[in-house]
């Protein structure tokens, strides 16, 4: 089973952009649901994340500016994305856990192809 990520595109610095994540087969509703992303040459990292009875994490890199929700009756779960910088350029990827607290990329599985976020102007 994987999730699939969708919502990229190129945008203006200051822009916004919204990030679904969906599943086939399963419901998101019973796993915390993060979002990473990966930059050319570097490490994946951790933006976001929320549990299942939703509480919500974020990097510092974001707080304030990314939201993550759950739509509960379309099985998704959203990443809004303000005030977008130059360095939010990368593939954001969502994946799926037990919990958010205390764990990494290594921790979440379900990942499937991401979806690029070019922050340009």
């Known amino acids: 089973v994987q999730l699939q990520a969708s919502g990229g595109g190129l945008v203006q610095p200051e822009g916004s952009l919204r990030l679904s994540c969906a599943a086939s087969?399963?419901?998101?509703?019973?796993?915390?649901i993060g979002w990473f992303r990966q930059a050319p040459g570097r490490e994946r990292e951790a933006v976001s994340c929320?549990?299942?009875?939703?509480?919500?994490y974020y990097s510092e890199s974001v707080k304030g500016r990314f939201t993550i929700s759950r739509d509960k009756a379309k099985n998704t779960v959203t990443l809004q994305m303000n005030s977008l910088y130059l360095e939010d350029t990368a593939v954001y990827y969502c994946?799926?856990?037990?919990?958010?607290?205390?764990?990494?990329?290594?921790?979440?599985?379900?990942w499937g192809q991401g979806t690029l976020v070019t922050v340009s102007s």
């Open positions: 929320i549990t299942p009875d939703g509480k919500t």
């Open positions: 087969g399963f419901a998101l509703d019973y796993y915390a």
């Open positions: 994946a799926a856990n037990a919990v958010c607290e205390g764990a990494g990329p290594k921790d979440f599985g379900s």
